[in-house]
């Protein structure tokens, strides 16, 4: 699975549209970008996943570039709540010989202020 | 649903007595994954089970043991604890009964487990 690389900190204010990047530079053409959060210690949560094309979801949206080397996470309007650590995984298709096996990196820490 | 339970929520060993983490998914799931993370770090694979009856190393197998009970349970056992397995476990679980839906894992509240 290819590495990711993201800042390991950002603030957001409350109300504001948070933008968290992620590099992925070795990403190869069968892989997948997949966006987890975990707040404060407890179990990891799924955000968002994408190929190449943008993603929408209730939570968050994905851009990712056309050359696919790199993706950002949006929250539109952030929230005390989403406080947390997000985490940026690439990983091989979904349902293949990888099992879904997650590669956690230290993620960034997003704090939301009032 | 409960989704993903871990048991117990909290446990302190001294070195070398032995103790088995309990985790069910109530979610038909095929497969299911303990990780460890240590303080600021992140999660890291230590065995996972594609489907029941199979089970495979992660990244930091050494020092634990594994056993897919059934399709729901799956348990993690520290035979002779350490300082260094002093961490957060959490246990996780995926894929549909078809074998799709393998793109979100759910994952249970953790354990923290201290060994003195």
């Known amino acids: 699975d290819a590495k990711t690389t993201q800042p390991p900190s950002m603030d957001c204010a409350e109300g504001r549209a948070a933008n968290l990047p992620c590099n992925h530079s070795?990403?190869?053409?069968?892989?997948?970008v997949y966006w987890y959060r975990q707040i404060h210690s407890q179990g990891p949560q799924y955000i968002i996943h994408g190929l190449k094309n943008n993603e929408t979801n209730e939570m968050a949206s994905l851009i990712i570039t056309e050359d696919r080397k790199s993706s950002t996470l949006i929250l539109p309007h952030a929230t005390l709540r989403d406080t947390a650590v997000y985490y940026c995984i690439v990983r091989a298709r979904a349902g293949g010989t990888s099992y879904g096996k997650l590669t956690f990196g230290q993620g960034t820490i997003l704090t939301v202020h009032p | 649903n409960a989704g993903v339970t871990q048991t117990p929520k909290f446990q302190v060993l001294k070195t070398g007595q032995s103790m088995t983490l309990q985790c069910a998914q109530d979610m038909n799931h095929n497969s299911m994954y303990w990780y460890r993370q240590d303080p600021g770090m992140g999660l890291r694979l230590i065995y996972y089970s594609a489907s029941e009856g199979t089970t495979d190393k992660g990244e930091v197998p050494n020092g634990y043991n594994v056993s897919r009970l059934n399709k729901r349970e799956f348990s993690l056992r520290l035979e002779s604890a350490a300082p260094s397995q002093t961490s957060v476990y959490f246990c996780a679980s995926t894929g549909g009964a078809s074998g799709s839906n393998w793109n979100e894992q759910f994952f249970g509240p953790g354990t923290r487990l201290t060994v003195l």
């Open positions: 070795t990403i190869s053409g069968n892989e997948y």
